[in-house]
């Protein structure tokens, strides 16, 4: 696998100005340094072109910044967005939903037992602002819901548990640092994508494997404007009003789930996200695109291609997947039992798929029915439990 990771160019930034889009497709591959160009999207787009900077996280910030200008010089309604980014091309927002206005299943199901109704909705934890808005009935199920049920409320935790949950968890042991377990080929690597992402390595020298991956992962997916902020949960979380929240596991238990893969595997983990850099944009976009088809075989084979292909990968999978799904299938069976509107909110890794939540609920003599994207949701009779798609 490659690094995508380049050496810093010290070089002046180099003068850039609002573009149409042919335009600055073709004056891109003369830029030099770090480069980037952000375009807004809409029936006239607008492009903005930044190169020579020292970093990609840099060029990204001054493409953005240049295209948000334009942009509200233009009256552009599209909000910007990363499409190039040194060599990496990026799936528009336009890309990745084409095709989902025609009627598809959703990764929503519904469950009505008597007084009880509660819906699953499948969720990634970070979109980009143009992937809104979401699909309506999805929508409308949080509109009519007294309960929300989340993994972890990441948007409301304290300041103080994630401090302490980071302090019991996240750190190597004392006097250690993540310098002393790569041999110089695989630090040069590793240096050289912190570089680029504008983070310096003493920042996460003393974090385990596990969580230097994750912040990796999560800092080029904000290069491309994947922010958790945007996801499904803070999407939904944020507008709470009067609902009651329920959490499914605790912030703390998250943490202690990533901290408590094997050494040996988080350490393969971080060099595998180290030298697939390329890779980690594409498999994103693919799983969303997936998500808003309602696609359950194109998410599975993503996960089977990108998450099994190595020991790690299967034991993380194992762990932060498989495990959770049968605890979580218990605790969403038992909500069934009690009257009321309940929105259930879980990564959509979580549903599809022989092991998923919903083949658990099903083998108790539970079953759903798939919502559609052009579906009225609205109250079944009592005690309608029956599977299908409407």
Known sequence: MRNLACLA?????????????????GEYPALEGSKAMAVSFSDDPVAFNAGGHATAAAAVKAALEGCEDAREETGSERPCEISRLND?????????????EARH?????????????????????ALKAGLYPLPQPIETAFTEADHIVVEADVVNVEPATVMQAFANFALLPRGTRIQESLDDAQLDRLQGVLRQLDIDIAQVERLKPMFIATQITAARLAEFGYQPNYGVEAHFLLRRGN??????????????????????????????????????????AQLVRSWFLGDDDEMLRLFEQ?????????ALLETLIYERNVTMAAVIEDLLG????????????????????????EAQ??????????????????????????
């Open 243 to 284: 609902r009651v929240i329920h959490e499914l596991e605790s912030f703390e238990q998250q943490f202690a789930l990533l901290a408590g893969v094997s050494m040996p595997d988080q350490f393969e983990l971080l060099v595998d996200t180290v030298d697939d850099m390329a890779g980690i944009e594409p498999l994103i």
């Open 365 to 390: 003599g539970i079953r759903a029915h798939r919502v559609m994207s052009d579906a009225t949701v609205q109250q079944q009779p009592s005690g309608s439990n029956g599977s299908g798609q409407s």
């Open 88 to 100: 990496a091309k990026a799936s528009s927002s336009v890309e990745i939903k084409a095709g989902s």
């Open 306 to 314: 990108y998450m099994i292909g190595s020991a790690a990968d299967r």
């Open 338 to 361: 009690k009257p009321g509107n309940c929105l259930v909110l879980v990564g959509a890794g979580h549903l599809p798929g022989p092991r998923g939540i919903v083949a658990l609920l």
């Open 9 to 25: 160019c010290l070089v002046a930034a180099s003068a850039a100005t609002p573009a149409t889009l042919d335009d600055a497709v």
């Open 105 to 125: 299943p959703l990764f929503m199901w519904r469950f009505q037992d008597g007084e009880s109704r509660l819906h699953i909705v499948g969720t990634i934890h």
